[in-house]
RNA sequence: GCCUUGGUAGCUCAGUUGGAUAGAGCAACGGUUUUCUAAACCGUGGGUCAGGGGUUCGAAUCCCUUCCAGGGUACCA
């Protein structure tokens, strides 16, 4: 039972005793005393005023006279208005540092027995990643990292797109133009040399829709009838039926793609229990439609096509099959969704993808629903904003796009920069120089993306770097590679101090910010946001600076007792920075 | 048109189930190093929380409405 609950039944009991009346538990407001008044824990008093009938202040010093008689660890207490500050006992905070924060066992959490599935990631064959991608990279690795930290059993997959007409559309540019290109013969990386195909089929296809203008045709027609859009037409439905040609084509470029992916994967830190295909997934769904049809579920038009009616639940009539026969992208999802299920019987099955699609989750949930899966109410959509340019929105056929290998390769070149700039790397060997550079470049980077909320949608401009000071990766990285200094230094071994120690005001708080760490991870995996995460961390560093600046010397304390605390803190401080960082993709230093 | 998500300092963002005088960073200006790493610390200035109305003891937060921006809108994925 820790302190703030412990003051939640005192004061529950406090109202009983004192005015008869049954305070609700949602009616207990419990939060921090702000810096400026004394106390560390403040309680709301006015839920209270109603059952109390007394004025707010009298209702607060009726209360906290009550709960310092009452709590053995309330010291005293003081009333602004309607507010009630506590004064917590040091030795409760004392003791709280020296068991609970110092434990080997804090911040982490025993398996709760949960699967749960993150599907994240998922490319399409025909380009490179780009800055949005990068975006759901790092945001479902997190989220899968956080869900383990949090006791899940987590399985992480990517279900590539790697068929349809897009692909045919590279697939194609290339046969016509390619002159046999290979990443070798170019030295292209894979996803390059397809991206630039797919491009190449872009710039064509405009001409040709041009051409049909001049003659006459409208901007639509033009667009089905040139003949470059009707050749990879054909070339998908050779492909759908095993042409051989095609399909040894189509498996020579997707390897190139892939060979490409495995590099930027492994640059961003991301990895995946599962790869799902579309071209063996494309197929499925079907089964579910006849399954839907014969419940009712779905219904058939005239003309052959199958559809649902969302209309009582507030959205439209949604196509499920097409009148030949066909799928479309939700019969797919559907099908596909019953696979990974089958595979892994998990509780929860997360998809991380853009906002673009909240539509299309919202339907695909709610018709798996009305299929009777029991397993749908576990399907959760993490949508998250767009990153878009000062110009405006990214878009890979214009160019207008922020490549994912040439970020990473920047934020790399700057971090080298800027660390060579500071003279920090002086007895750092060339391995460590690469690794440093690299893990501080990434962690900029993967801080700044991660640091805002999924929801929002996010800026980004190229002309402008990503800091390297305050609210940043490498603000934590270095004020963890600090600590690893310190602690190495005061060769350092965690251990109790037992004896009554003195405690600043900025200890004292830090104590109380450190001690929230599980509570953090716990309401960030159900927030589904390693924002929240993030910004903690950053609370933890910039505290722990401010400790560092106002403390003497920590080494040179002659106090054994005071320098084994001012350590242990040092050393709890690191550890959540530490873990809290490995949880958002990115490593932190031990020298910098 | 309809649905949906946003709008907080010059810029980028925080802001718990509604709680005290709305906070950080960057940028600007000033200061801190014979003391454990100055990618740090301390300070100054900077706000009609898009506008209006409502609910409440109390609203950036909840409701209504207007404006602005993004996304979606039935056989693309």
Known sequence: ????????????????????????????????????????????VFPVVRFSKKSPEATAADLGTYLQEHVAQVTGFNVVKGFLNLSIADSYWLNLLNSTLLDASFGTFKPNGQKVMVEYSSPNTNKPLHLGHVRNNLLGYSI????????????KVNLVNDRGIHICKSMLAWQKWGNGETPESSGLKGDHLVGKYYVIFDKEYKK?????????????????????????????????????TVVELWKKMNGWVYDGFAVSYKNLGVDFDKYYYESDTYLLGKDNIEEGLSKGVFFKKPDGSVWIDLTADGLDQKLVLRADGTSVYITQDIGTAQLKYDDFKMDQSIYVVGNEQDYHFKVLFLILQKLGK?????????????????????????GTVVDADDLV??????????????????????????????????????????????????????????????????????????????????????????????????????????????????????????????NYLYEVAKMFNKFYHEVPPIIKEEDAGLKQQRLNLSSVTAGILKSGMRILGITVPERM
């Open 144 to 155: 899968a990292e956080l869900l383990k930290a949090n006791g899940y059993e987590v399985f």
């Open 208 to 244: 040709e829709i041009d051409a049909l203008k001049q003659a006459g045709q409208t901007e639509e027609e033009a667009k089905k009838n040139a003949p470059l859009i009707k050749e990879a037409q054909q070339m998908l439905l050779a492909w759908e039926s095993g042409d051989n």
């Open 1 to 44: 039972m820790n302190i703030e609950q412990n003051i939640s039944a005192a004061l529950i009991q406090a109202v009983k005793q004192l005015y008869d009346q049954d305070l609700p538990e949602n009616q207990v407001s419990l939060q921090d005393t702000r810096a400026e008044f004394e106390g560390q824990i403040t309680i709301v």
């Open 374 to 398: 029991t397993w749908a109410k576990g399907l959760y959509h993490l949508s998250y904003g767009m990153v878009d340019l000062p110009s405006g929105k990214m878009k890979s056929r214009e």
């Open 409 to 534: 390769a920047e934020m790399v070149e700057t971090a080298k920069q800027k660390t060579e700039a500071l003279g920090k790397v002086d007895g750092f060997s060339e391995e460590e120089k690469e690794a440093l550079f690299y893990n501080i470049g990434m962690g900029a980077l993967k801080y700044f993306l991660l640091k805002v909320e999924p929801k929002k949608r996010l800026l980004f401009d190229p002309a402008e770097s990503i800091d390297f000071q305050g609210n940043t990766g490498p603000f934590i990285q270095y004020t963890h590679a600090r600590i690893r200094s310190l602690l190495n230094k005061a060769a350092y071994a965690s251990a109790p101090v037992k004896e009554n120690t003195a405690l600043s005001a900025t200890e004292l708080e830090m104590i109380i910010l450190l001690s929230k760490y599980p509570s953090e991870l716990a309401s960030a995996a159900k927030g589904y946001t390693p924002a929240t995460l993030a």
